[in-house]
């Protein structure tokens, strides 16, 4: 199972970036999808998460109202679309996998990571 995100970048505060992971070799469908973030000197955080069947999601309170998490099965793919971006959300951001359809379990399988700087 390998995932690989796409999307970070240097963005303004109160800018947009939009956040992909593509799983390469295995679809997606079976999977639910986390992305995780973690900044330098602090703990990982655990952002949002989808399910796979019901697309049901989950957000950190840090980010709810901000990001929305999305899924395109024809794609194969899991997008995260943060808004209202702020110094605070900077962090390598890695999407990961539990071994499951449902959020909240452990996550077993993780991608190399995007980093996303918001700075002025």
């Known amino acids: 199972v390998q995932l690989v995100e796409s999307g970070g970048g240097l963005v303004q505060p109160g800018g947009s970036l939009n956040l992909s992971c593509v799983a390469s070799?295995?679809?997606?469908?079976?999977?639910?999808i986390g992305w995780v973030r973690q900044a330098p000197g602090k703990e990982r955080e655990g952002v949002s998460c989808?399910?796979?069947?019901?697309?049901?999601?989950y957000y950190a309170d840090s980010v709810k109202g901000r990001f929305t998490i999305s899924r395109d099965y024809a794609k194969n793919t899991v997008y995260l679309l943060m808004n209202s971006l702020k110094p605070e959300d900077s962090a390598v951001y890695y999407c990961?996998?539990?071994?499951?359809?449902?959020?909240?379990?452990?996550?077993?399988?993780w991608g190399q990571g995007t980093q996303v700087t918001v700075s002025s």
């Open positions: 070799e295995f679809t997606l469908d079976y999977y639910a």
């Open positions: 990961a996998a539990p071994n499951g359809y449902w959020c909240g379990y452990e996550y077993d399988y």
């Open positions: 989808i399910s796979s069947g019901d697309d049901s999601t």
